[in-house]
């Protein structure tokens, strides 16, 4: 690119200052993208497992749920669950949760 001081024009000069000016835009716009995508991609890094844990956890909680309203509906799966839990407290492993 031409110096201005090199340049005679003054209406030429006035355009390369101007190209100049919008190129440093560009560029710190482009610095301030390239951060800002670096900073997403690590909270999304860093947020994703604590995410995959929570919704599995979830999907348990519903199954865990379903189970024991279908258990509360049939007498055989709750004797089951009796046997279960007194066999557990028997071996004096308790269960977990309740």
């Known amino acids: 690119m031409a110096s201005i001081a090199n340049t005679a024009n003054p209406s030429l000069q006035y355009l390369m200052v101007r190209a100049e000016l919008a190129q440093q835009s560009f560029e710190q716009v482009e610095f301030t993208i390239e951060l800002l995508t670096r900073l997403v991609k690590s909270i999304v890094a860093a947020v994703r497992p604590a995410f995959k844990r929570w919704a599995a956890a979830h999907r348990q909680a519903v199954q865990d749920r379903m189970f024991c309203e279908l258990a509360l509906t049939d ?20 269960l977990r949760g309740g």
């Open 75 to 94: 007498h055989r799966l709750m004797a089951d669950l009796y046997a279960i839990k007194d066999y557990a407290e028997s071996r004096g492993d308790g």
